[in-house]
């Protein structure tokens, strides 16, 4: 039974460009409807996308913005390993896959997720992040700032390119350098997101030729879900978390929009 009526949220009173989230604790709970169950959230992961979305660049249907929340419930009235599944169905063990952004929240546990299913990880980020790449199984890492990921590729494969190329960045430069690192009928897989008017520069007729594939994915199914859990539950894939204070998200989400979180932003709400 709850002993209060309202809870602390970080408001959004509209999207735009720097906006700055307020801390409020006077949102109503709701009452959850028939089918449905209350969650009282202990911890919450903050991403790119909900970045995008506080800044306007992608849709945002209330003013409480996030979609990673763990805790427990109250009252009763799941992504990147769908990413791997996604490669997978074109590609083999020992295959190269590039993961764009693998020191991020996504990226990282890609690599992991990468590793274990067999293929040999070329992870791609900035000089900062390169243990976390490293430790989390990667058996090449090239350093976008300083190298040019396209050269550094084609040598790490033979001169003719990966077999997949992950984007867990939602970079424009990310997707953009894509068409460059895969091989012929090799497969993207999009995951991270970007701004809503970017297009993935490529064109049907470069994909037509080269028999390139490109899929998306989100959240992936129960059975993905199902797995990973029970890869996390082994110590096989361990994800990498910085976790802040609830008060300092405005700082976080800062850190989020300058690409300087390792690994998962996760938040410590109130209780």
Not at 173 to 184: D, I, K, M, Q, T
Not at 203 to 216: A, Y
Request: with cysteine; glycine share 12%.
């Amino acid at each position: 039974m709850l002993l209060t009526n309202t809870q602390t949220a970080a408001w959004l009173d509209h999207p735009h460009h720097g906006a700055i989230l307020t801390l409020r604790n006077d949102i109503p709970i709701p009452e959850p409807l028939e089918g449905e169950v209350l969650v009282k959230l202990e911890c919450t992961g903050f991403c790119h996308s909900d970045v995008h979305s506080i800044y306007g660049e992608t849709p945002m249907e209330t003013n409480i913005a996030g979609h990673e929340g763990v805790g427990r419930v109250v009252e009763t009235g799941v992504t990147v390993y769908a990413g791997v599944a996604q490669a997978s169905k074109f590609i083999k063990q020992g295959d190269s896959v590039v993961i764009l952004g693998a020191g991020g929240g996504l990226g990282h546990l890609a690599v992991q997720v990468a590793t274990v299913s067999g293929y040999r990880v070329i992870a791609v980020d900035s000089g900062d992040k390169a243990d976390i790449c490293k430790i989390s199984g990667a058996a090449e890492f090239i350093n976008f700032q300083k190298q040019d990921v396209e050269k550094a590729v084609k040598e790490i494969t033979g001169g003719i390119g990966a077999h997949a190329v992950m984007v867990t960045a939602g970079s424009e430069r990310a997707y953009e350098s894509v068409p460059g690192l895969l091989r012929n009928l090799g497969v993207l897989v999009c995951i991270g997101i970007p701004r809503l008017d970017f297009h993935v520069p490529i064109s049907p007729f470069e994909i037509i030729v080269r028999g390139l594939k490109i899929v998306g994915t989100s959240v992936g199914t129960e059975s993905d879900i199902q797995e990973l859990l029970k890869l996390t539950a082994e110590g096989k894939v361990k994800p990498q978390i910085e976790v802040y204070d609830f008060g300092d998200i405005n700082a976080v989400m800062d850190k989020l929009a300058k690409f300087q979180v390792k690994g998962r932003a996760v938040l410590r709400l109130p209780q």
